[in-house]
């Protein structure tokens, strides 16, 4: 395999200098498209990182565009993996709360363009403590990932926004096929570390980027 493996932190100096404008319509001059794929857990998590235990308020349809233009790439489409919050068959005020919130997230996402695919929810007990898992999530980003080459016979490149190596296979039988992956992410160093990045990952991408608090500062949400 011939990659071209590049590590950069992506705070060009010149992301005002992009061709482009405020309200996303197609840009001209990136003759070359892409469709982003998004872990909504993993971005989630990245942004709760960067804001100190809070997560960032930002656009994600402006987020996925901003970040392909900066691979001078035309998005032509999103897609976004998430799990709905748990629900009892009976459920609490709690869980009805936070499930009327996420269908307005949703809501949202969808309004914008975005397509939303959504896994589940398990809830398992360990210890006397209930954990939470997302299901069948993976399986939907690798599902959608090996449809490129079906559904969108003209994409040569892709971005994927996750940290996760079982999409190894994958991505190297898209490289095997013409389609490189544009890898963004985010690790740090050290034992005490709350990110990381596995070796197989970064080296079957034909680039990757870390993620930084000014790609999600510069796609707020029109509102703030």
């Known amino acids: 395999m011939n990659n071209q493996n590049i590590y950069k932190v992506d705070n060009n100096p010149n992301y005002n200098m992009i061709p482009g404008d405020p309200q996303g319509s197609p840009d001209e001059s990136f003759s070359e498209k892409t469709i982003v794929f998004i872990d909504e857990a993993f971005l989630s998590k990245v942004s709760k990182h960067f804001g100190e235990g809070r997560y960032l308020s930002f656009d994600r349809f402006y987020f996925a565009k901003n970040i392909s233009k900066k691979q001078r790439l035309q998005c ?96 190297e039988n898209l490289n095997n096929n013409g389609i490189k992956t544009i890898l963004y992410t985010y690790y740090e ?36």
């Open 76 to 171: 032509e489409r999103i897609f976004l993996y998430i799990a709905p919050p748990f629900q009892n068959p009976v459920p609490s005020f709690e869980e009805e709360k936070k499930k009327e919130g996420y269908d307005k997230f949703i809501y949202k996402l969808k309004k914008a363009g975005i397509f939303v695919r959504e896994g589940r929810c398990q809830r398992l007990k360990i210890d006397g403590k209930f954990e939470y898992y997302q299901k069948a999530v993976d399986v939907l980003i690798a599902m959608d990932l090996t449809n490129v080459l079906i559904t969108f016979p003209h994409i040569k490149k892709i971005i994927l926004i996750s940290s996760d190596s079982d999409f190894v296979p994958i991505i």
């Open 189 to 224: 160093r050290g034992r005490k570390a709350i990110f990381s990045t596995s070796n197989e990952l970064i080296k079957a991408v034909h680039k990757y980027v870390l993620l930084t608090k000014s790609d999600f500062i510069n796609s707020q949400l029109k509102n703030q």
